[in-house]
């Protein structure tokens, strides 16, 4: 561990908070329909926008119309994107399949679309050797920006039944889609795409290059549009890698500057609607409440992270390595992470993705130490609550503030109250159903494929038998149920001989639970946290008396945080014993 | 319900063009007048030829000839490659064998992890042959070299499987077996060395590294490729 080391984790802390805190002044705005800057530049694509789409933005949605355009919007983009996939070949003309790669699979492309739908971005094929410059622009790159856009739109939706004073309507799907792509993704992909140029990313369509290496070695370099999907792909919290090692590859993610940059990208949005929640409810405090919850739970993940990398692992010491700090090395497990982000670097990057809905890596995670690898499987059984996806993190969390509300009512021996609402017997139910079902989710699709031949094929032939290989199992569900997509890497549900799809086959067992996995535990929670907003849309606000339990003081974050940690802990101890922290706790190889 | 399908088939295809099309190709336009030289990939030429991009990672290793008359290939396939030692060697890259069977280290065209777990005697072989290998090839220059003393970069194999970087202790090692090797004073070795050391991003963020490939162009350049 260094100074510099634990100056990456709390600096990046404290840009972040400086840049999300504008930025969520920003959205509020977008949503409450106030002027921005960028109405200029806007409001003509947006009212064209709505006359293609025949929306009348000014028709207010029940939460039941609002879940229904939103289901049935997504259904398109997965059949839009199913079809191109299916059909890469056809597409030869436009000149963006230079490698002439072969369509997909059925298999691996039912789970890809239901992927990239779901922003999970779980990947069982590798970009360079399997998808077309096409594709990866005109499938994935759209997904990035739409499965993005949806996830804001609920937690817009939720705060809108939340903080509604009449009525039963939280909003327009249509308009907060439109304006999400418009004035928050569109112009931030943009400005961060440029400046991975700038700083080394490529964006090209140019065929893959032929070098004559120094020592005469033939060596091909995969090329294509990287730093445009890149960017969103970070900034959405999507993580769909273009190249099959992510962030870890120069031409994804060049240098130290630029690992900053996409880690401040991925957290941005996140970390910005948690402002922004406070200002639309009229009371910043309640805001600021949830991002000390997230920002605890987010550093105490780094640290721990840190010092577990830091440390290194039981098999470099086996084979005779030393792994403390030494002038000019980094020291630490560096098994699987890229010099120029070091130890700090790899772990924060991994701690940032995987609280976050975004899952890219810029290292592997498969290689992380036993302790170092349970940070990642903790935050996803944290249920994407610390920051979050864009949206999924912000109504997940209001979720377990209502929880946390009515726990605390029944030890004070109150009635419930949150923002002069009465929590009730419905709303309870709706939430407790809605954040139980992702953990369920997992913790049944884990256990059908352990149990299964069918299940076991998938896992790495290195780790087959071993806690590992549970650790493998267990992680593919939950990182797909909770629609992260980072991967323990040897888990694999494609094989493929050669580049280019053909004569290649998916696993279909892990292909198909793994597609049901993501779109269940991603569309369920979606429509129990908007019939939170519908019910909570409709109820009389009473006025906060001396018996009101406050949730904007530091007493309400304790709780808070002891809710998530409870919930976690309960549901997926037992799970993690028998995996990671089995590895951290010995230094036995398998 | 049939609006909702309407606007759904009409809206995905109209924000397809948008995001899909559109956006990337703006970017790709920009780039390709602002920063020309990374958005085709930072290409380094040598006379004429393309010897590779700044920043992927290569193998700086030779193909012997086999028995047969062609180029060796292991029992699994792969190419049998050795180190030449006028060149500085970047890091173990999970792309070659022995962790991919049959596969080319540093192939950017198929970029893959390890992903050999924290526990696994898998990894500890891995380790000890990359530290066996590294003394092998160093310790003739470096006498007071041992285990305990290699870097963990050069053990460790990369994530990306193209490294372009390696760490400034582990040039330090290996800059005396290049000296030794080219007839150069180790203070013009180290001198190039430093030259080719990036630091930290803005100060802070991650580790400094040592450019190999631009750093074996310079070398090449002082002894005229010998």
């Known amino acids: 561990m260094t100074f510099l080391g634990w100056l990456t984790i709390f600096g990046f802390a404290l840009i972040l908070t400086a840049l999300a805190m504008p930025l969520g002044r920003y959205m509020a705005a977008v949503y409450t329909g106030e002027r921005t800057f960028l109405d200029p530049l806007f409001r003509t694509p947006e009212r064209l926008l709505y006359k293609v789409m025949r929306v009348d933005p000014d028709r207010r949605q029940d939460w039941k119309g609002y879940a229904k355009s939103l289901i049935i919007f997504s259904l398109a983009g997965w059949l839009l994107l199913y079809f191109i996939l299916r059909t890469q070949t056809l597409w030869d003309w436009t000149g963006l399949n230079p490698q002439h790669f072969h369509s997909g699979t059925w298999n691996v492309t039912f789970n890809t679309a239901s992927s990239f739908m779901t922003n999970t971005n779980w990947q069982y094929y590798s970009g360079e050797t399997t998808m077309s410059y096409f594709s990866q622009m005109a499938g994935l790159t759209v997904q990035n920006f739409l499965s993005a856009g949806v996830g804001i739109a609920v937690a817009v939706a939720l705060i809108r039944g939340i903080i509604g004073r009449s009525?039963?309507?939280?909003?327009?799907?249509?308009?907060?889609?439109?304006?999400?792509?418009?004035?928050?993704?569109?112009?931030?992909?943009?400005?961060?795409?440029?400046?991975?140029?700038?700083q080394g990313s490529i964006q090209s369509f140019s065929h893959y290059l032929s070098v004559n290496t120094l020592t005469h070695l033939p060596q091909q370099i995969a090329m294509g549009p990287v730093a445009s999907q890149e960017a969103i792909k970070e900034l959405g919290t999507n993580g769909g890698r273009f190249f099959?090692?992510?962030?870890?590859?120069?031409?994804?993610?060049?240098?130290?500057?630029?690992?900053?940059v996409e880690m401040l990208t991925v957290l941005i949005i996140p970390a910005a609607?948690?402002?922004?929640?406070?200002?639309?409810?009229?009371?910043?405090?309640?805001?600021y409440a949830i991002y000390s919850t997230m920002m605890i739970m987010f550093l105490g993940a780094a640290i721990v992270a840190y010092v577990a990398e830091a440390h290194g692992s039981p098999a470099q010491h086996a084979a005779g390595l030393h792994t403390q700090v030494i002038a000019g090395s980094s020291g630490g497990n560096l098994e699987g992470k890229e010099q120029r982000f070091g130890i700090a670097g790899s772990a924060l990057f991994d701690v940032v993705t995987t609280?976050?809905?975004?899952?890219?890596?810029?290292?592997?995670?498969?290689?992380?130490?036993?302790?170092?690898?349970?940070?990642?499987f903790a935050?996803?059984?944290?249920?994407?609550?610390?920051?979050?996806?864009?949206g999924t993190g912000l109504y997940s969390i209001l979720l377990y503030v209502l929880l946390a509300v009515f726990i605390g009512g029944l030890m004070v021996g109150r009635t419930p109250e949150y923002l002069g609402k009465k929590i009730e017997a419905r709303e309870v139910k709706l939430i407790a159903l809605g954040l139980l079902i992702t953990p369920l989710t997992a913790l049944f699709c884990t256990s059908l494929a352990t149990a299964s031949k069918a299940g076991r094929a998938s896992i790495s032939s290195a780790a087959a038998g071993s806690p590992q290989g549970f650790s493998e199992t267990f992680y593919a569900y939950l990182s797909q149920a909770n629609n992260n997509g980072s991967a323990f890497a040897?888990?694999?549900?494609?094989?493929?001989?050669?580049?280019?799809?053909?004569?290649?086959?998916g696993i279909t067992f892990a292909d198909i639970l793994g597609g049901f996995d993501m779109m269940f535990a991603r569309y369920a929670p979606i429509l129990f946290a908007l019939a939170v907003a519908g019910a909570l849309a409709g109820k009389r606000v009473s006025p906060a008396g001396l018996g009101t339990m406050r949730t904007d003081n530091p007493t309400f974050v304790v709780l808070l945080i002891g809710v998530i940690v409870l919930v976690g802990a309960l549901t997926f101890f037992p799970a993690l014993l028998l995996g990671p922290i089995v590895q951290g706790l010995t230094t036995h190889l398998y | 319900m049939k609006r909702d399908i309407v606007t759904s088939a009409i809206g995905i295809v109209v924000l397809t063009l948008l995001c899909g099309i559109l956006y990337p190709l703006v970017v790709t336009g920009i780039s390709q007048v602002a920063f020309p030289g990374n958005a085709n990939g930072q290409k380094i030429y040598v006379g004429g030829k393309l010897v590779g991009s700044k920043i992927i990672g290569q193998a700086f290793e030779t193909q012997p000839t086999g028995k047969n008359g062609k180029p060796a290939v292991t029992s699994t396939g792969g190419p049998v490659l050795i180190p030449d030692p006028k060149y500085f060697q970047t890091r173990p890259s999970a792309t070659g064998e022995p962790y991919t069977a049959g596969g080319t280290p540093d192939n950017a065209a198929g970029t893959t992890f390890s992903n050999l777990g924290p526990n696994n005697t898998a990894t500890e072989q891995a380790i000890a042959g990359n530290i066996a290998a590294?003394?092998?090839l160093e310790q003739p220059y470096d006498p007071g070299l041992t285990a305990a003393k290699v870097p963990v970069d050069a053990a460790n194999s990369?994530?990306?499987?193209?490294d372009p970087d390696i760490s400034v202790a582990n040039a330090d090692i290996q800059a005396h077996r290049v000296a030794a090797v080219r007839h150069l004073p180790m203070s013009t070795v180290m001198q190039l060395v430093s030259k080719y050391t990036h630091g930290r991003g803005i100060g802070f963020s991650g580790e400094p590294g040592v450019n190999v490939l631009q750093l074996n162009l310079a070398l090449d350049r002082v002894t005229g490729g010998r």
């Open chain 1, 167 to 198: 009525g039963r309507e939280i909003g327009n799907f249509w308009q907060d889609l439109v304006r999400t792509v418009l004035w928050v993704l569109t112009p931030i992909a943009f400005v961060v795409a440029l400046v991975l140029v700038f």
């Open chain 1, 244 to 260: 099959n090692t992510n962030s870890a590859h120069p031409f994804e993610n060049p240098s130290g500057f630029t690992n900053l």
């Open chain 1, 273 to 287: 609607l948690v402002f922004m929640y406070g200002r639309m409810a009229g009371n910043r405090r309640q805001g």
């Open chain 1, 355 to 376: 609280v976050t809905s975004c899952g890219a890596v810029n290292s592997a995670i498969e290689s992380f130490t036993g302790i170092g690898g349970a940070v990642p």
């Open chain 1, 379 to 390: 935050n996803l059984s944290a249920s994407e609550v610390i920051f979050g996806g864009v």
């Open chain 1, 490 to 505: 040897g888990y694999t549900g494609y094989i493929q001989p050669n580049p280019g799809n053909l004569g290649a086959h």
């Open chain 2, 134 to 136: 590294y003394l092998k």
């Open chain 2, 158 to 162: 990369s994530a990306s499987g193209i």
